[in-house]
């Protein structure tokens, strides 16, 4: 019973330097998604996917890209990271349910957070 | 205007009492899903309860309900004989259906309540 599961758990990068964050899912979940938490707030999101091989910005995409080459697999890349992209940083999961009307309205289930420290 | 209002950072409750997790959300949209995570002190995000906007019935999950007041925009988390292992961080998220023009992919969160259980 993995479900959402991320690598690494945690990592400390220079400014500047580049990293990316792996997300797997072994629930056949056609929507994935990247999320951070800063202190004091809840989750934001940064990019989403529908499906294998599409991906669309969020709230918060500036400074990150990601890929979805496969139906189970979600990157996140920072390419220069930056000190203000410290965070915790958590993958998400569903089916592809319509909120309201009945259905599970697309519960998202999370992996464990990986927690990125840019010096 | 925040989408997601959580007044409460931090509550305390007795053992096996009952607690009530503030909520209220702010949407146009006709459609719409609620859900509570539970994120206790190792971080990761737990799914609890989702109620859809046009479910009649309030929603329950074990010792979990949730008080839906649609006139009011509200969704209250119930938690009932309350245990230590729900001292926690509770989050109250939207998912909304996109009809009105807002986003249809992400959960909007609210800022978190942190539960304290007094033994």
Known sequence: NAGVTQTPKFRVLKTGQSMTLLCA???NHE???WYRQDPGMGLRLIHYSVGEGTTAKGEVPDGYNVSRLKKQNFLLGLESAAPSQTSVY???SSYPSPPGAGGDGNIQYFGAGTRLSVL | AQKITQTQPGMFVQEKEAVTLDCTYDTSDPSYGLFWYKQPSSGEMIFLIYQGSYDQQNATEGRYSL????ARKSANLVISASQLGDSAMYFCAMRESGLSGAG???LTFGKGTKLS???
């Open chain 2, 104 to 106: 249809s992919y992400q």
């Open chain 2, 67 to 70: 008080n839906f007041q649609k």
């Open chain 1, 25 to 27: 899912q072994d629930m």
């Open chain 1, 90 to 92: 958590f993958c998400a």
């Open chain 2, 117 to 119: 259980v007094i033994p």
């Open chain 1, 31 to 33: 929507y994935m998604y």
